[in-house]
């Protein structure tokens, strides 16, 4: 009885696992990104980062029920992160679909903002965190891409630093 009770406590926990895209996690290999990924192409980075050494393309994948691309970096045959990239109007979906899979977020914000023009715009954000990793679920309501980006550390800041 004791072991029932730890484990239906424990559930929640356990169903909001690792961030991943289509089942590609932080830590997973190349050959799993070519597995859950068929049509991605795989290139060494075209610049010098302490973040990454490869990265990984697909210009149409499904990912949380709507057409996007993604962009995987790798460095020594591990993701370090990921970019996924879909239309703004499809943010509800794709958000709605994530909190099921990634759990309650750590922060959901919609913030107004005015451009040059003084044309307001509205910034989305919703924020999940587990120990090193996050990810970032964002979108412009003028824009015509929402993103999602997941990595580990200070991977984001890291990444477009040149060597």
């Keep these: 009885m004791k072991r029932i009770v730890l484990l239906l406590l424990l559930s929640p926990a356990l169903a909001f ?27 060494p980075l075209e610049w010098k980062s302490d ?23 790798l460095k020594a045959d591990s993701v370090q992160g990921f970019d996924i990239r879909f239309d703004t109007a499809l943010m509800d979906v794709v958000a709605a679909n994530l909190k099921t899979r990634y759990g309650k977020p750590v922060s959901e914000s919609r913030e107004k903002l005015l451009n040059k023009a003084k044309e307001e715009r509205e910034v989305y954000k919703i924020l999940w965190e587990q120990g090193k990793d996050k990810a970032m679920l964002s979108s412009l309501s003028t824009g015509k891409r929402a993103w999602l980006s997941v990595s580990r550390g200070n991977f984001d800041d890291a990444i477009y630093r040149i060597k």
């Design 17 to 43: 696992g690792a961030f991943d895209a289509n089942g590609v996690k932080l830590g997973d290999n190349e050959l799993a990104v070519k597995k859950a990924f068929p049509g991605i192409r795989c290139k």
């Design 51 to 73: 973040a990454a050494e490869r990265r990984c393309d697909d210009a149409r994948v499904a990912f949380a029920g709507v057409e996007s691309r993604v962009t995987i970096y």
